[in-house]
């Protein structure tokens, strides 16, 4: 689902939502997912995204993202309030619990980042 799709509002109708998962690997492609530490409450993922690849709208309950670019250049899109952040090697910015928000990959070639997920209990809760 494009960003614009969503309502108006930012808000999607609660029988749009998904349950939520464990782990959501399976629900969208990536050209690389790795994993480089998890403890309980806390994780750090690295995530390289092809230029037509998207991590698709969602949210967690309990924990933020704070995501850190290492190759390209990542557009994040959040909702309640609806923002726009592009980010270039070097920047982050954090999606708060519960904020929904889509990455896709702004550039030409691919996008490498790290996630720092927590502190909590992981979930990803699907919004397409």
Do not use: C
Not at 7 to 34: F, N, T
Not at 48 to 61: D, E, G, I, Y
Not at 98 to 117: C, E, Y
């Amino acid at each position: 689902m494009a960003p614009d799709d969503l309502r108006k509002d930012g808000l999607m109708k609660a029988e749009r939502r998904l349950q939520p998962v464990k782990d959501a690997s399976h629900l969208y492609e990536v050209e690389r997912r790795d994993r480089h530490a998890e403890r309980p409450g806390f994780r750090i993922s690295e995530l390289q995204l092809s230029p037509t690849q998207t991590v698709p709208w969602h949210f967690h309950t309990n924990i933020s993202d704070t995501f850190y670019v290492l190759e390209g250049e990542m557009r994040l899109f959040l909702q309640q309030p609806k923002e726009e952040v592009r980010l270039a090697v070097g920047q982050s910015h954090v999606a708060a619990a519960g904020r929904p928000h889509l990455v896709t990959n702004a550039g030409k070639t691919s996008l490498t980042f790290l996630i720092l997920q927590g502190v909590g209990e992981y979930d990803y809760v699907p919004l397409v």
